[in-house]
Every structure is written in structure tokens, then in C-alpha cells.
């Protein structure tokens, strides 16, 4: 028998994240004890009141027929009422959709507005699946990329440069997955004042890192003049919250898009896991102090992973301002050898490290910078001394 994938699988790889997360695990199966600094995903439990509010959901016996496709009303109400309150976003329960993740929501909303050959101006370095998702939907991803001398941040006039008749969206997440960057005000606001130009062009604004944010201030696309109608807004609960495993995500825009992504989303997968949405209830209507401490444990490892980056010979650095991620500049190994083996890029130096150092980084190609590595601090303090010291001293061999 024949064996024939289709084709649009050939327009896309595997995650980078997932690949080295899986590569991480099969050494640990072998009894080598790895750091594994690949994944984004918090090292912290879920919060009791959170998991209490599941178990309640489960003995209340009540949560086990099929939701309502975009959620539960309560839910959707409760995630509107946030983004009144905090975001200074005038949603309503209409324009939210919860979904089984963030990365749900973004397809949900690339599959019901793209159409072969419109394009996407993609913010680089960007998350991994971006690129994956618009190149299923038969799109072009057009990549504007910041560069570490300026934060990782794309400009104003970098946006309007690449603005064509056939751009359907911008996406971007900020905090920035995997830079750590965060947009200012004033940043937003000139980005929006371009868009405001071109009525053709919609936003996709990654929330995701909201609360891992250390510059004091939230700024949400949707809530900059004249941007609500044309804002689409991903946000969810897994890093905020840590409920990877829950998988809860979700989106928020004008009722048109909600309306068409309700429909794309009944046909895929239907609505998010009942006993899932409770506790997510719980979540965005409860006590937000574990959040709070959570940011506060991540700012603090902030600095000493900065602070070690900053005594490996080679390795260039920015300041991130939120989520839990590095991602430096490592050009300065290419080219350089231990006497057996020649590291020609980013994808060399993470299989080096992760065979020599037994720590497991992901390579900056994947996010659309190959001069960089992707380094997440979203594990104890102790082990990121550890990590950080076995790369200085495996580095140290390469001449």
C-alpha cells in the first residue's frame, strides 16, 4: 500500500521547542543527567485554589457533558470583566472564544482570516509556530526583524516598509517569546499609528506573558485609539497561572472574527475540556498573590542568569523585561573547534552542549535568528548555576 502525507506538511517542521525537549528526555531515559532549559514551561506548581476549584467541578458531577463551543458563559464574562479591568480593553463576553491553548486560538484565528498568498508581517525572532501556522494556511510570512542593539524590537517604519496590498495581518507577542522584550507605550502606539493607515491590515497581539512582565506597566494593542476593531488578542493561562498541562487558552477580538473562529473551532476540536474551564474560573477570578510571586521568583532568577551569561566568554546578551527566556548572540563559537568537532551554527552548538554539557537549549534559526540560542529560566536557581557554569566550562574547549 501506498503511504502519501499531504502536501502542506511538507510547508512545515517539527517545533524546535518540542524537538529538543524530546532529544532532552531520551538522554535522561539513558540515566544522563540533563538540565533541560528548552521548554517554556514553569517549573512551578498549579496553585492549590486552582486545582481545588477541578476537583470541586469532578464531585460536583455536573461539568461532564459537552461545553459550549467558544466556553462556558461564566468564563467568557469573567476573562471580558478582566481585560475591562486591567487591559482597558471594552471586551464583552461575545468577542472571547476560550480554546484548548494559546497556540488553539492563534490557528483558530490565521484559519479563518487568511487565504492563499496573503501575507503576514511576522515580528523575528517570533515564536516557533507562527511561521508554521501561516505557511498551513497557504500564506506568506514576511519577517521584519529587530535586532539585539535595539532589544530585539521591530520599528514603526520597519512595519510600514513591509505593508503591502496583500498583508492581511501583523503578529508579535510582547512580552516576547523567546527574546523577552517588551514594547513600550510609545512603541505601540507608533506601530498602531501606522496601522491605522492601511484598512486592510488586522493585528494578532500574543498576550501570553502578560503577567511575566517586569517593567511595571501592561500595554495592550486593543486598547490603543482606533485599535479594538482590528486587534485580535491571544492570551491564556499556562504561563501566568502554570497550567501548561490544562491546556487553556484564548481569544479576543470584534464579534466578526470571534463568529468566524467559533465556527473553525467546532468543526477541529469543539470546546476546551470542561473540568479545565473551572479551574481557569478559578484562576482569573481568584487570588492573584501566586502569580505575583511566581513573576517575582522569575525576576529574580532574571538576574543571575544575566549575570552569569555575562562570564562566558563570547555570549551577547540583552536585558529581557519580561517572560522567562534568553536568547543570545553565540556567533562568536561558529567556526571553532574542540580538536574532533567544527561548530558551524546554532543547531552545533545546542547538540554540543546538550552532548558535552548535558544541557538542553533550543537554536535560534527556529525563531528567525540563527546567531542566537534560546535559553529559558523557568527552573530553580540551583539548576541554572549549575547549567550556566557546565556551558562556561564546556565552552571553554572550543578554540
Same mark, same amino acid.
Given at each position: 500500500?501506498?503511504?502519501?502525507?499531504?502536501?502542506?506538511?511538507?510547508?512545515?517542521?517539527?517545533?524546535?521547542?518540542?524537538?529538543? #525537549?524530546?532529544? /532532552?528526555?531520551?538522554? &535522561?531515559?539513558?540515566? $544522563?543527567?540533563?538540565?533541560? @532549559?528548552?521548554?517554556?514551561?514553569?517549573?512551578?506548581?498549579?496553585?492549590?485554589?486552582?486545582?481545588? #476549584? #477541578?476537583?470541586?467541578?469532578?464531585?460536583?458531577?455536573?461539568?461532564?457533558?459537552?461545553?459550549?463551543?467558544?466556553?462556558?458563559?461564566?468564563?467568557?464574562? =469573567?476573562? /471580558?470583566? &478582566?481585560?475591562?479591568?486591567?487591559?482597558?480593553?471594552?471586551?464583552?463576553?461575545?468577542?472571547?472564544?476560550?480554546?484548548?491553548?494559546?497556540?488553539?486560538?492563534?490557528?483558530?484565528?490565521?484559519?479563518?482570516?487568511?487565504?492563499?498568498?496573503?501575507?503576514?508581517?511576522?515580528?523575528?525572532?517570533?515564536?516557533? %509556530?507562527?511561521?508554521?501556522?501561516?505557511?498551513?494556511?497557504?500564506?506568506?510570512?514576511?519577517?521584519?526583524?529587530?535586532?539585539?542593539?535595539? !532589544?530585539?524590537?521591530?520599528? =514603526?517604519?520597519?512595519?510600514?516598509?513591509?505593508?503591502?496590498?496583500?498583508?492581511?495581518? $501583523? $503578529?508579535? %507577542?510582547?512580552?516576547?517569546?523567546?527574546?523577552? %522584550?517588551? *514594547?513600550?507605550?510609545?512603541?505601540?502606539?507608533?506601530?498602531?499609528?501606522?496601522?491605522?493607515?492601511? !484598512?486592510?491590515?488586522?493585528?494578532?497581539?500574543?498576550?501570553?506573558?502578560?503577567?511575566?512582565? +517586569?517593567?511595571?506597566?501592561?500595554?495592550?494593542?486593543?486598547?490603543?485609539?482606533?485599535?479594538?476593531?482590528?486587534?485580535?488578542?491571544?492570551?491564556?493561562?499556562?504561563?501566568?497561572?502554570?497550567?501548561?498541562?490544562?491546556?487553556?487558552?484564548?481569544?479576543?477580538?470584534?464579534?466578526?472574527?470571534? !463568529?468566524?473562529?467559533?465556527?473553525?473551532?467546532?468543526?477541529?476540536?469543539?470546546?476546551?475540556? %470542561?473540568?479545565?474551564?473551572?479551574?481557569?474560573?478559578?484562576?482569573?477570578?481568584?487570588?492573584?498573590?501566586?502569580?505575583?510571586?511566581?513573576?517575582?521568583?522569575?525576576?529574580?532568577?532574571?538576574?543571575?542568569?544575566?549575570? @552569569?551569561?555575562?562570564?562566558?566568554?563570547?555570549?551577547?546578551?540583552?536585558?529581557?523585561?519580561?517572560? +522567562?527566556? +534568553? *536568547?543570545?548572540?553565540?556567533?562568536?563559537?561558529?567556526?571553532?573547534?574542540?580538536?574532533?568537532?567544527?561548530?558551524?551554527?546554532?543547531?552545533?552548538?545546542?547538540?554540543?552542549?546538550?552532548?558535552?554539557?548535558?544541557?538542553?537549549?533550543?537554536?535560534?534559526?527556529?525563531?528567525?535568528?540563527?546567531?542566537?540560542?534560546?535559553?529559558?529560566?523557568?527552573?530553580?536557581? /540551583?539548576?541554572?548555576?549549575?547549567?550556566?557554569?557546565?556551558?562556561?566550562?564546556?565552552?571553554?574547549?572550543?578554540?
Amino acid at each position: 500500500m501506498g503511504k502519501f502525507l499531504s502536501n502542506r506538511l511538507d510547508a512545515i517542521e517539527e517545533s524546535a521547542t518540542l524537538a529538543m #525537549a524530546a532529544k /532532552a528526555r531520551e538522554y &535522561k531515559s539513558r540515566g $544522563i543527567d540533563v538540565i533541560n @532549559l528548552s521548554l517554556g514551561e514553569p517549573d512551578f506548581k498549579t496553585p492549590a485554589h486552582i486545582c481545588e #476549584a #477541578a476537583k470541586r467541578a469532578i464531585d460536583e458531577g455536573r461539568w461532564f457533558a459537552y461545553p459550549p463551543v467558544a466556553g462556558y458563559p461564566d468564563l467568557r464574562d =469573567a476573562l /471580558a470583566a &478582566k481585560y475591562q479591568r486591567e487591559n482597558r480593553v471594552p471586551y464583552k463576553a461575545e468577542n472571547i472564544i476560550v480554546s484548548n491553548g494559546a497556540k488553539q486560538s492563534i490557528a483558530n484565528a490565521m484559519f479563518a482570516l487568511l487565504n492563499p498568498g496573503d501575507e503576514v508581517i511576522v515580528f523575528s525572532p517570533y515564536w516557533v %509556530s507562527y511561521d508554521a501556522l501561516i505557511r498551513l494556511c497557504e500564506a506568506i510570512p514576511v519577517f521584519v526583524s529587530g535586532t539585539i542593539e535595539n !532589544d530585539f524590537k521591530v520599528t =514603526a517604519a520597519q512595519v510600514e516598509a513591509a505593508i503591502t496590498p496583500r498583508t492581511r495581518a $501583523i $503578529i508579535y %507577542s510582547s512580552p516576547c517569546n523567546p527574546t523577552g %522584550s517588551v *514594547f513600550t507605550r510609545k512603541e505601540l502606539e507608533e506601530i498602531a499609528a501606522v496601522i491605522r493607515r492601511y !484598512d486592510h491590515v488586522l493585528v494578532i497581539a500574543d498576550e501570553i506573558y502578560e503577567h511575566i512582565n +517586569f517593567t511595571g506597566e501592561t500595554v495592550s494593542m486593543a486598547a490603543l485609539p482606533g485599535m479594538f476593531e482590528r486587534t485580535i488578542t491571544i492570551n491564556g493561562f499556562a504561563k501566568g497561572f502554570a497550567m501548561t498541562g490544562w491546556r487553556v487558552g484564548y481569544l479576543a477580538a470584534p464579534k466578526w472574527i470571534t !463568529d468566524g473562529c467559533i465556527k473553525m473551532q467546532g468543526q477541529l476540536t469543539s470546546a476546551n475540556c %470542561s473540568i479545565a474551564q473551572r479551574a481557569a474560573l478559578a484562576a482569573i477570578t481568584g487570588d492573584p498573590t501566586p502569580t505575583r510571586n511566581m513573576a517575582e521568583e522569575y525576576r529574580k532568577r532574571r538576574e543571575v542568569v544575566y549575570n @552569569l551569561l555575562k562570564e562566558i566568554p563570547g555570549f551577547k546578551a540583552n536585558y529581557p523585561q519580561g517572560a +522567562f527566556y +534568553f *536568547f543570545p548572540d553565540v556567533s562568536y563559537y561558529y567556526g571553532k573547534s574542540d580538536g574532533t568537532l567544527v561548530i558551524r551554527n546554532d543547531f552545533d552548538l545546542c547538540m554540543y552542549l546538550l552532548d558535552k554539557a548535558h544541557v538542553s537549549l533550543v537554536p535560534g534559526a527556529a525563531f528567525g535568528d540563527g546567531n542566537c540560542i534560546r535559553l529559558s529560566y523557568a527552573a530553580s536557581e /540551583a539548576e541554572l548555576k549549575e547549567a550556566m557554569w557546565r556551558i562556561k566550562e564546556t565552552l571553554s574547549r572550543l578554540k
